[in-house]
């Protein structure tokens, strides 16, 4: 495998881990990691409340490219509405409510987590 390309799964799953670690300490209840369906994935599926929260995690390292939370474009969140509804539909959740969430994260000198609710509408 390549090198960068391993680092840059290492950098990913560590962030989610914090992610998780995070909305946890927060109230959530985690329900599904990595949830895959129709070609897409959505990194952190948890409860919050009666709420059903999709949340996406980027995790960078460099301001090179922006913050993380701008990378969540249009295409990226289109992708995550057609998987958010597949997993609602596999669970017979469709009257549920639910919202996309953005955590992004920055791993420079210190690590910094920001939480975007309801970051996105569809």
Partial sequence: MN??????????????DMAVRFLQRNGYRVLARN???????????????S?????????????KYGDPETWVNHKKQAQIAKVAQAYLSKHGLED?????????????????????KDAFWL
Avoid at 3 to 16: A, D, M, P
Avoid at 51 to 63: A, C, I, N, S, Y
Avoid at 111 to 116: Q, V
């Fill in 51 to 63: 709420t059903l929260v999709f949340v996406e995690v980027k995790t960078g390292t460099t301001d």
């Fill in 35 to 49: 949830y895959r369906a129709i070609r897409g994935e959505i990194d952190i599926i948890v409860q919050d409340g």
């Fill in 96 to 116: 549920m409510d639910c919202r996309f969430d953005v955590i992004a994260i920055k791993k420079k000198d210190h690590h910094e987590i920001r939480h975007f």
């Fill in 3 to 16: 090198k960068k390309l391993t680092y840059r799964c290492h950098i990913g799953q560590s962030g989610e």
